[in-house]
């Protein structure tokens, strides 16, 4: 199935697939009581921000877009306050916003695009890859575990306290 997979740019045309997707995974994190993604983030505009910024990244199949994810080299003001301690000090990579479509979903689609950031990171010499889930999104932490994050402590945002992640990589 991977060779089938194309990863690219997330281009203006897709937002409206991306944006189904995302409100397929809010949808799915409410059926689960979680909290994350249920008070209004992300929003369309954080969506259209990512492209205009050049952080959007898709995964297609034939039929189009099937996965997206912010893909950030920029650094993230809420890591630098962990309750914790990182594994390193690297300049590094974090992935925002990732969701996949209903349709592939229990296929490995999370796991791929994650493999696919950290590609891109080393080809941007970037090796320290950083990432944060709420405590209830059994599905990332499994990604994170199974592609060998390490728990690293707890960092703040506006809308709540997230488990922080890191990964050495290169």
């Known amino acids: ?3 089938k997979i194309t990863f690219r740019k997330a281009e203006v045309t897709d937002t409206e697939r991306i944006w189904q997707i995302i409100l397929q995974a809010k949808e799915q994190m409410r059926l689960m009581n979680s909290r994350q993604w249920q008070d209004g983030y992300p929003a369309i505009e954080d969506i259209t921000a990512d492209i205009a910024n050049g952080y959007g990244y898709v995964l297609c199949e034939k039929n189009g877009v099937i996965a997206y994810g ?4 920029d650094g993230e003001p809420a890591y630098e306050n962990i309750k914790g301690k990182w594994l ?4 590094y990579v974090v ?3 990732l ?3 209903d349709e592939v979903k229990r296929k490995g689609i999370g796991s791929l695009f994650m493999r696919k950031a950290e ?3 080393l080809q941007n010499g970037i090796q ?3 990432v944060d889930t709420n405590f209830d999104n059994v599905y990332m932490q499994k990604i994170l ?12 945002y506006e809308h709540g306290e997230r488990r922080a992640y890191e990964k050495k990589i290169g």
């Open 99 to 101: 969701a996949v479509a």
């Open 88 to 91: 390193t000090d690297l300049p």
């Open 128 to 130: 320290s890859f950083k």
């Open 70 to 73: 912010a893909i950030v080299f």
């Open 95 to 97: 992935v925002h916003r």
């Open 1 to 3: 199935m991977e060779d």
């Open 119 to 121: 590609e891109l990171s």
């Open 145 to 156: 575990y199974a592609l060998n994050f390490t728990y690293c402590g707890e960092i703040f």
